[in-house]
């Protein structure tokens, strides 16, 4: 599973439900890892290249109610664009 944020470039952390093991890449391994491995966890550091790409819209409305409009974003490790109308 991935977690985007602003243009996707939050780490992402995809689990296994076949062997329980939540993979955490490296950035986010080394905030969080120990703790989660702390509460019984089976966690483990990954380099990004394992990890899915992700491309994401965001749609803005507009305070006063009028037409909104899109923003978008790739993740800027993978090839990929990210399009909406």
Same mark, same amino acid.
């Given at each position: 599973?991935?977690? #985007?944020? !602003?243009?996707? =470039?939050?780490?992402?952390? !995809?689990?296994?439900? +076949?062997?329980?093991?939540?993979? &955490? /890449?490296?950035? &986010?391994?080394?905030?969080?890892?120990?703790? &989660?491995?702390?509460?019984?966890?089976?966690? %483990?550091?990954? %380099? $990004? /290249?394992?990890?899915?790409?992700? =491309?994401?819209?965001?749609?803005? !409305? =507009? !305070?006063? $109610? #009028? +037409?909104?409009?899109?923003?978008? #974003?790739?993740?800027?490790?993978?090839?990929? /664009?990210?399009? #909406?109308?």
């Amino acid at each position: 599973m991935r977690r #985007g944020g !602003p243009s996707g =470039q939050n780490s992402t952390y !995809p689990t296994s439900p +076949l062997t329980n093991v939540l993979s &955490l /890449e490296t950035p &986010l391994y080394d905030l969080v890892g120990a703790k &989660l491995k702390a509460m019984g966890h089976t966690v %483990n550091s990954v %380099n $990004g /290249e394992v990890m899915g790409g992700v =491309q994401t819209l965001m749609y803005v !409305p =507009q !305070p006063d $109610g #009028g +037409l909104g409009y899109y923003r978008s #974003g790739s993740d800027f490790r993978k090839d990929g /664009e990210a399009v #909406g109308w």
